[in-house]
């Protein structure tokens, strides 16, 4: 098993800007295999491959909790074998990294309507949640059947069954609502926009967007990421 690097020392004794918690719209895996004149299936397999290297490589940063879009609400409306493809890729995944997972402190958790998927995911999702869920080191959210707009009605739902809807009430209600304030949001592939992807926690997020297509994604661009996110002034409305 491959294990994970010591956790970085934080520079400058803690008071650090480095983020607590980061989010990628991992996108790119179709242009990817284009560009060879490969399948999408096999953009996608890399994409994968990129996805294990990056969490790997985030625990060793200190980071808290890193978000990835895997698969949205909306992705259903591509062709079922993409479709299938991915959600063949999604089971290898959890079969073959949830072992290193537990050994090494990274907690597992989903955003989004994960009970929506094929049964036999959502019981190997829900095991590998009950073996990682005491896990404290870093906290890895894969969103999956996600919409921020439906997460944000089903959290507004609760809220109004509690009797008021406040900002505090929704936050307590959104799929994230146990994890840190998102820092900073990623987004490869050259595009930029949200594509209904963390709406809500992206009110005060640093925005970072890179031409590169995921599967070219490396751990030294993610570190150019968070140090960028370092140098920026965060005024949250104020001045
Ligand atoms: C965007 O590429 C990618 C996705 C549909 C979501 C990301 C999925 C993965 C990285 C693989 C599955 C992940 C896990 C954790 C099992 P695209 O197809 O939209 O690329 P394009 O815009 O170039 O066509």
């Not at 999702?125 to 959210?141: E, Q, S, V």
Request: no cysteine; hydrophobic share 40%; proline share 3%.
């Amino acid at each position: 098993m491959l294990g994970f690097a010591k956790k970085a020392e934080k520079a400058g004794g803690g008071q650090t800007t480095n983020p607590r918690h980061v989010a990628i719209i991992m996108d790119g895996n179709g242009r990817w295999a284009k560009k060879r004149h490969l399948p999408r299936a096999l953009g996608h397999k890399k994409g994968v491959e990129v996805v294990r290297e990056i969490v790997r490589h985030a625990a060793t940063t200190g980071l808290e909790a890193l978000s990835l879009y895997a698969f949205s609400s909306e992705n259903w409306k591509r062709p079922e074998d993409e479709v299938n493809d991915l959600m063949g890729l999604l089971r290898g995944f959890i079969k073959s990294d949830i072992d290193e997972f537990a050994a090494n402190d990274v907690r597992l958790k989903i955003i989004g309507n994960y009970r929506a998927l094929a049964p036999d995911i959502v019981d190997m999702i829900d095991d590998a949640l009950a073996r990682t869920a005491h896990n404290r080191r870093t906290t890895l959210a894969v969103a999956l059947n996600y919409g921020a707009q439906d997460e944000l009605v089903r959290a507004a739902q609760a809220a109004a069954g509690e009797g008021a809807i406040s900002a505090e009430a929704i936050e307590r209600h959104l799929d994230t609502a146990d994890m840190p304030p998102l820092d900073l949001l990623i987004r490869t592939s050259g595009e930029q926009r949200l594509s209904n992807f963390m709406l809500w926690q992206a009110a005060y997020a640093e925005l970072w967007f890179t031409d590169t297509l995921w599967p070219d994604f490396t751990p030294a661009e993610f570190d150019s990421a968070l140090a960028e996110f370092g140098t920026r002034e965060r005024r949250y409305g104020g001045r």
